[in-house]
């Protein structure tokens, strides 16, 4: 398995496997914890329509990953790894938009 994640990767260590890993795990882990405190400031409930759930967690919490990702890479010594993801993540996003608008 981990041979397979370094090739796709294209990291030399298993050690890299498990840093990056291990920041997923915690970014995950960042957000959920942090949505909690969010929606209870803007007074999000059970009881809100799901579409305004869903857009204030898209104008909070993932921005939010976002940026817990990069600060847990830069932790874990995989910064420029987790900036090159974040790259390819944005260019995708942007790619669909711009193939919608021609």
């Given at each position: 398995?981990?041979?397979?994640?370094?090739?796709?990767?294209?990291?030399?260590?298993?050690?890299q496997?498990?840093?990056?890993?291990?920041?997923?795990?915690?970014?995950?882990?960042?957000?959920?914890?942090?949505?909690?405190?969010?929606?209870?400031?803007?007074?999000?409930?059970?009881?809100?329509?799901?579409?305004?759930?869903?857009?204030?967690?898209?104008?909070?919490?993932?921005?939010?990953?976002?940026?817990?990702?990069l600060?847990?890479?830069?932790?874990?010594?995989?910064?420029?790894f987790?900036l090159?993801?974040?790259?390819?993540?944005?260019?995708?996003?942007?790619?669909?938009?711009?193939?919608?608008?021609?």
């Amino acid at each position: 398995m981990f041979e397979k994640l370094k090739t796709r990767w294209g990291v030399e260590g298993a050690w890299q496997v498990v840093a990056i890993l291990c920041v997923f795990a915690l970014t995950g882990f960042s957000a959920m914890y942090i949505k909690r405190p969010i929606f209870d400031l803007l007074g999000i409930t059970s009881d809100t329509p799901i579409y305004w759930r869903i857009l204030v967690w898209l104008l909070t919490v993932l921005p939010a990953y976002q940026v817990l990702l990069l600060a847990y890479g830069f932790l874990f010594g995989q910064f420029q790894f987790f900036l090159a993801f974040e790259k390819r993540t944005f260019g995708r996003i942007a790619s669909l938009f711009k193939s919608r608008a021609s």
